[in-house]
């Protein structure tokens, strides 16, 4: 009696421990529910009463999961176990799944073997695990994918691991065209994804969206009554929800799910775990788009300092090298990029321009502010030098001078033609200066030489009647200075001219041998060496201004070894390259180094009264014009004239003229 009132009292424990139990209590036989207490019937959303009678187990079991949780029962049901552990997906009396775990054992009940156990409801921490694996999944995948399409794809898998995302779509912000845009859609009935303007007036779904900056969840009934006010843009869907992708307070676009099927498919928990998602997935988005961006530019960069028209090239200033440079400066300067890498950057200024860009960085080092062009000489790999715009830009860390990057404009070439533009004007300037004077000679010329005729027929006069010794040698002196006036006015006169070259075939050779029988008697007291090569061919050439020119600079050496004891003058010729070259070198007195830039300019002499080192004998004096008329026959004759000269050992004048053949209307 004393047994049957403690298992009495037993039973009634267990039956209020069962009935107040937060966690389901059941007991299975024969796989059946023998016993089930109120919280497993909630569980599962039915009544105690619908979870006996009868009902097999399998009823409350999800397909897929029906073979685990036999072998489990089998299991027990056998003795093999006496407590485990597990978990499967359960079928709620509405169809709903939901996620439980199973702690169970074996035991007797009424003299047979039984499984019994607790059940706790754990769809919700699955969920919060689902979703955290989601979230962690879409932040991952901003590295993992290449590009943004890719990005929006993982975004959607990962999603379809919480939630039904058959129909899903991501549109974002176009602030420029101020319009929404689809850059990815998946959809099993609707393919209207253009661009969408006027949010609020083109019963667009996903602008109302935007517009409220809240997530949206509406159903049939809503769908369609907004589709009959405003009209729904594209299919209308049985179920739609979307929420505000947001970052930093600013909607950047809009993530939605809609179904044709089910009008139930989604609740106001499938929105709040969307809008939670949303966020992450706004933040995934806007960082791959800055990633994106920032690849974009770095491309650019890339590009732009690969096929820039300049050097470019980067320099640590604490280790004192390059750690850039690109294809244009190896180009410019011979060296190759490894090179460039292994160098010094001072290795490759010149003495001047290394000591400037020191001194500059000192005072930048200091604080001071100095101007980023400057312009460097730059030695190339092949030793020639290169004028170049250095402009940097210097990288400082904290307050540290430590870096930076160089543009690099090669200017040689503008230099040079700055200072042919200036060599030109200059020239002009002369000249238009030697036109003027030219013409003013000219008529001096012409006017003096007619004096000269006068006095000249008179002294000859005079002297044929003259019988005093001492007027006689007076007259004589009158008449060797006229003599000389006369040779002063042809020289101007030759130069106030400015007549075109009368060409003819002539062997300069023969040229030169004339005009040495010409100065025949002032050569005697002259050792005179002439080196003819054979075979120059004719000259096309003015025979008269090439005569005038050969006879002035035969008449200067002559002048310039006047007082030399062992005097020389050799005379060469040669055909070079296409051109006929002559030289007419002395071992005279030279030009003083000075001096060498005056000596075509019109009227320039070093002689007589201009003499001042005493080279020339008493009594030789100069026009000042032979030497520029010369100039000025040779290039009248295409030709060019260059002179080289040291004072006190002699002067080599080279004159070259091109070889020419007639054309057939000259011939």
């Keep these: 009696m004393e047994n049957k009132m403690k298992e009495k009292e037993f039973e009634e424990i267990f039956q209020k421990f069962s009935e107040y139990s937060l966690t389901g209590i059941y007991i299975i036989q024969d796989g059946y529910f023998v016993y089930v207490n109120p919280k ?6 039915y009544t105690i009463e619908e979870c006996l009678n009868k009902t097999h187990f399998s009823k409350f079991v999800h397909p897929d999961d029906l073979g685990l949780v036999e072998e489990q029962l089998r299991r027990r049901a056998a003795g093999e176990v006496t407590f485990l552990q597990y978990g499967f997906r359960g079928i709620k009396k509405n169809g709903a799944m939901i996620h439980v775990e199973i702690y169970g054992s074996s035991i007797l009940y009424k003299g047979r073997t039984a499984a019994t156990g607790t059940m706790l409801d754990v769809t919700d921490r699955r969920q919060a ?3 955290n694996k989601t979230l962690f999944a879409i932040s991952n995948a901003v590295n ?34 101020n319009s929404l845009h689809f850059p990815y859609h998946v959809d099993t009935v609707d393919d209207e994804f253009s661009p969408i303007t006027n949010f609020d007036t083109n019963g667009s779904l996903t ?4 517009s409220q900056s809240r997530p949206v969840l509406l159903k049939k009934k809503q769908l369609e009554k907004r589709a009959s006010q405003k009209g729904v843009r594209g299919v209308l869907p049985l179920i739609w929800m979307g929420a ?35 966020d992450q997935i706004a933040i995934a988005i806007d960082h791959k788009r800055t990633q994106d961006a920032l690849m974009e530019s770095e491309k650019k960069y890339r590009y732009l300092f690969k096929n820039a028209p300049a050097g470019i090239f980067e320099i640590d200033l604490e280790k004192f090298r390059f750690i850039n440079v690109n294809e244009f400066m190896c180009k410019n300067t011979g060296y190759s990029e490894k090179e460039f890498l292994s160098m010094n950057p001072l290795d490759f200024l010149t003495k001047n321009s290394k000591n400037l860009y020191m001194e500059r960085l000192e005072k930048l080092s200091t604080g001071e502010k100095l101007a980023r062009n400057v312009e460097y000489n730059i030695i ?10 250095l402009n940097n830009d210097f990288i400082y860390k904290n307050g540290k001078l430590t870096g930076a990057r160089v543009v ?9 033609a700055q200072e042919e533009k200036i060599k030109a004007q200059k020239s002009a300037g002369e000249n238009e200066k030697l036109a003027l004077v030219g013409q003013i000679a000219g008529k001096i010329a012409h006017d003096f030489n007619n004096m000269l005729t006068i006095i000249m027929g008179n002294i000859d006069l005079a002297l044929m009647d003259c019988k005093d010794a001492a007027i006689k040698k007076t007259l004589e002196l009158i008449y060797k200075e006229t003599m000389r006036g006369k ?8 130069f106030a001219r400015d007549q075109e070259p009368r060409q003819e075939f002539f062997r300069i050779n023969e040229k030169i041998d004339l005009v040495i029988n010409l100065l025949k008697k002032d050569l005697e007291e002259i050792e005179l060496i002439r080196e003819y090569k054979t075979g120059v061919p004719e000259l096309l050439a003015d025979p008269g201004m090439i005569e005038h020119a050969l006879i002035n600079l035969i008449q200067n050496s002559i002048h310039a070894t006047s007082k030399i004891e062992h005097p020389r003058i050799t005379i060469k010729t040669d055909c070079i390259d296409n051109m006929i070259c002559f030289e007419i070198e002395d071992n005279g007195c030279g030009i003083p180094k000075e001096q060498m830039k005056n000596i075509f300019i019109p009227s320039f002499t070093l002689k007589g009264d201009k003499d001042g080192t005493g080279s020339y004998k008493t009594g030789i004096k100069g026009t000042g014009y032979g030497l520029s008329n010369v100039k000025k026959y040779i290039e009248q004759n295409n030709g060019n004239i260059s002179m080289k000269s040291v004072f006190g050992t002699g002067t080599k004048f080279t004159i070259s003229l091109p070889v020419k053949e007639l054309t057939e209307e000259e011939k």
């Design 40 to 45: 497993f019937a909630h569980i599962f959303g």
């Design 129 to 131: 695990e689902e979703i």
């Design 144 to 177: 993992t994918t290449p590009n943004l399409q890719d990005l929006y794809v993982a975004i959607h898998n990962s999603l379809g691991n919480i939630m039904d995302v058959t129909n899903f779509f991501i549109a974002l912000v176009d602030i420029k065209e």
């Design 207 to 210: 602008g109302l969206v935007f």
């Design 244 to 278: 505000p992708l947001i970052v930093k307070k600013e909607v950047i676009g809009v993530v939605a799910a809609q179904s044709y099927l089910d009008p139930n498919l989604y609740t106001e928990q499938d929105l709040q775990i969307l809008s939670m998602v949303s």
């Design 380 to 389: 190339k790999k092949d030793g020639q030098q290169l004028s170049a715009i």
């Design 408 to 416: 690099a404009h090669d200017i040689t070439e503008l230099k040079k």
């Design 487 to 494: 040779s002063l006015t042809k020289n101007l006169v030759a």
